[in-house]
């Protein structure tokens, strides 16, 4: 990372006031103060920090070393980048410097014919061949020194060649050196003519390159073993062909894996499948291997840069070879049947052997999360499509009784066969995710998890008999799902798919809670802020699957709903005719709650009565269950606008009659909603703007309303004696007739008729 980035982050850490003046300037106004000649560290950070509390302090040391973290990730991942354009330009730049010498001896020898012209030497006298010197040569060079040189120089060639066939090659090393000793000597002395030190210079680099052609020749030996070949590498490099000699040390570990791998074929061993045990095999050998050479190289030439950017290039690429061999061997193949615990298996394999070469400095990882990432992925999907298909293909047979799971406890939460197999494919699937989280595919894992889940929450949907008749109404064919006809079998619908997003499918994924293999060795704060975000997102992911929960819930409210507001044949029951027309006869009618909301009533005590045995633990759940019940009848009251402009508007509008039983209906919900202790504000507000708007209606004819409506205690009298008549618990020898009635006494007799006749059943 930029340093100067780095320092407008800091810039940039002052308080919140300083932080939002400075975070409006570009990053070069921002830059300005580091690139002051008269730049003072410590007055900086004293402008910064003196404010600072000790928390706070604290807080920005942890912030630095982030960001020094970061800047040593980006800086590895920039030289891993670039290892490729590293190697080709040092090639070229060692392919230049051998031209240069080229170049260099060509002058020289160039500068040596114009020098021995101008002493009158001849030219062929520059031949480095065996011979020694001329006679003629010998009777115009009277120099002693330059005749033992030459004699020295004969009997070393002679020498050599012996030692060259030989091929004792620490001695000819030993011999090469000392000559080269002898001829820096003589350079510095001036002793020697310039065609001679040619001679002798280019008799020296012959001999050289026979030598290492000898040494190149035995390297190459597929009998050369390890010591041996660390030897003659050793020796190459002596001889001034370090980029050669590691190189060829490279490309025999290369020669010594390929032959190794040949051998090896997939075999099953008792436990172990066949791709995982030759995954195991080859991964070994491809990493020891790496490990072998990585050791080699550091002891012949150490850490030069030039050596190590070309051993990485190789290991990166020899990874590269291993990893197409797994995917063709093993992982293609699991990747294809969805065999997601075979392919994570083989990456854990895979990476663990890799892992052992950081001590070396090698962090092979990426390559190998790169070549196998995309195949796990491929095996991940498949194992949620095998989830989805089986859990819809179970479904159809799915009698939505609730059991415990196969080899459970008493204590287990309950599921239908459907949604055990959805749970128990799901812990499955999360068994074995420590290698998922490494290749980055626990996000991946949840989201497609996210998707199952939603795509099973639309089975059970399928699953109401208002689904059903829907999809055969609109010429789809009746789903492949068996329906849930009773109310038992419908909250059980609710209770498969509350169980799996409140505590299995949470459960199951918790299992990636903490990252132990990727922070623990990280230090504790960073272990805390890892641990911290993992717990938001698991927490954002839970209220995602909640959201399935309430569509499913909100369907199965609609399915009561409508098995409320409308008959068999499909006929309309909540109309604004049951009120208007009760003010069309002479007689005051008997006031009792509309038949459709004593029903209203009578479903919801037998689903409260259903819940609590079923969603044992989750009262609350049940509760909001019957809240949007409720509210989903009185809404659609609220909401439909056929209904208010027939009050309003409508030929026979809306009388004193209707509105008190309009406002008795909406006093009985509330009553009945309150003792079971699911009135909503929402649902309470509700149903007073629905009273208030019929109040106008009847306003609005001219009519005062007020003048016909009984007080309040009398509505809530009359909705509570209902209640009791409802439940059986209705005893009317010792009731104050006179008080349930506005103008008249409302009789036991009376009451008991309007209920058991269903005096309000036709309106």
Not at 89 to 97: C, G, H
Not at 187 to 205: F, P, V, Y
Not at 595 to 601: A, C, K, M, N, P
Request: with cysteine.
């Amino acid at each position: 990372m930029d340093p100067m980035v780095i320092g407008a982050r800091e810039i940039s850490f002052g308080d919140s006031n300083d932080f939002e003046k400075e975070s409006k300037l570009s990053l070069g106004e921002r830059l300005k103060v580091f690139k002051s000649s008269q730049f003072d560290p410590d007055a900086f950070i004293d402008s910064k920090c003196h404010r600072m509390a000790e928390k706070e302090l604290k807080h920005l040391t942890m912030y630095l070393k982030e960001l020094k973290k970061e800047s040593a990730e980006e800086m590895r991942k920039s030289v891993y980048a670039n290892y490729s354009a590293f190697i080709r330009t040092a090639k070229e730049i060692s392919a230049l410097e051998g031209q240069l010498l080229s170049l260099r001896n060509l002058l020289s020898t160039q500068a040596a014919v114009v020098h021995g012209l101008s002493d009158g030497v001849h030219v062929n006298s520059l031949s480095p061949g065996l011979e020694g010197p001329t006679d003629e040569d010998m009777s115009r060079n009277k120099n002693n020194e330059v005749t033992r040189i030459e004699t020295w120089l004969n009997e070393f060639l002679e020498s050599l060649e012996v030692l060259l066939a030989e091929r004792r090659v620490e001695e000819a090393l030993t011999a090469l050196d000392e000559t080269d000793r002898v001829v820096e000597d003589a350079n510095d002395r001036g002793s020697l003519k310039q065609t001679i030190l040619i001679s002798l210079q280019n008799a020296i680099m012959a001999s050289k390159l026979k030598l290492a052609d000898q040494l190149v020749e035995t390297a190459s030996q597929s009998s050369t073993k390890g010591a041996e070949r660390r030897a003659v590498v050793t020796a190459l490099k002596r001889l001034g062909d370090g980029l050669r000699a590691h190189t060829l040390l490279l490309n025999a570990h290369h020669q010594k894996l390929h032959h190794t791998m040949q051998i090896l074929k997939p075999t099953a061993t008792s436990n172990v499948s066949p791709g995982a045990a030759y995954c195991t095999s080859l991964s070994q050998l491809v990493f020891s291997t790496i490990a072998q050479a990585s050791s080699d190289s550091l002891a012949v030439f150490g850490e030069d840069t030039s050596y190590t950017s070309e051993l990485v290039s190789w290991a990166v690429k020899e990874t590269k070879n291993f990893g197409v061999l797994v995917r063709r061997q093993s992982l293609a193949q699991s990747a294809a049947s969805g065999n997601l615990r075979a392919a994570a298996q083989c990456v854990q394999i895979c990476l663990g052997h890799c892992s052992l070469l950081e001590s070396q400095g090698l962090s092979l990882s990426p390559v190998i999360l790169k070549d196998f990432k995309p195949l796990v992925e491929q095996a991940l999907s498949a194992n949620l499509r095998r989830i989805e298909q089986n859990c819809a293909a179970l479904a159809s047979s799915d009698d939505w009784s609730l059991k415990h799971p196969h080899g459970g406890g008493v204590n287990q939460s309950r599921l239908s066969s459907s949604a055990n197999r959805f749970n128990s494919m799901v812990q499955d699937l999360f068994e074995d995710v420590e290698p998922l989280e490494t290749l980055q595919l626990g996000t991946p894992l949840l989201e497609g998890l996210i998707q199952v889940f939603h795509s099973f929450v639309n089975t059970l949907i399928s699953a109401f008999p208002v689904s059903v008749t829907e999809a055969t109404q609109d010429g789809l064919g009746v789903p492949i799902v068996k329906v849930a006809e009773t109310e038992a079998q419908q909250l059980a619908l609710l209770a498969n798919a509350l169980l799996l997003a409140d505590e299995f499918l949470p459960r199951a994924a918790a299992k990636m809670l903490p990252l132990n293999h990727t922070i623990r060795d990280e230090e504790p704060s960073r272990r805390d802020i890892d641990r911290q975000n993992r717990v938001l997102e698991q927490r954002d992911w839970k209220k995602r699957l909640q959201k399935s929960v309430d569509r499913l819930r909100d369907s199965f409210c609609r399915q009561h709903a409508l098995e409320l507001i409308f008959t068999d044949d499909g006929e309309l029951r909540l109309t604004a005719h049951m009120y208007t027309r009760l003010d069309g006869y002479a007689e005051e009618p008997e006031w009792f709650p509309s038949s459709i909301f004593q029903e209203l009533y009578m479903r919801l005590s037998q689903i409260a009565t259903l819940a609590s045995e079923m969603f044992v633990g989750r009262e609350r759940f049940a509760t909001l269950l019957l809240i949007r019940l409720t509210e989903t009848i009185i809404l659609w009251i609220s909401d439909d606008q056929t209904f208010w402009e027939e009050i309003e508007q409508g030929t026979k509008p809306l009388g004193p009659f209707g509105l008190q039983q309009f406002y008795l209906d909406m006093e009985f919900v509330m009553l009945f909603a309150s003792q079971g202790r699911f009135l909503s504000r929402n649902l309470q507000q509700v149903a007073k703007n629905i009273i208030a708007r019929a109040i106008d209606a009847v306003s609005a004819t001219g009519i005062d309303p007020y003048s016909s409506l009984p007080e309040d205690e009398w509505f809530a009298e009359v909705a509570q004696i209902a209640l009791k008549m409802l439940t059986g618990n209705a005893n009317f020898e010792n009731e104050d007739r006179e008080a349930v009635s506005p103008t008249v006494s409302v009789s036991g007799r009376s009451m008991t008729s309007g209920f058991s006749h269903g005096s309000l059943a036709s309106m």
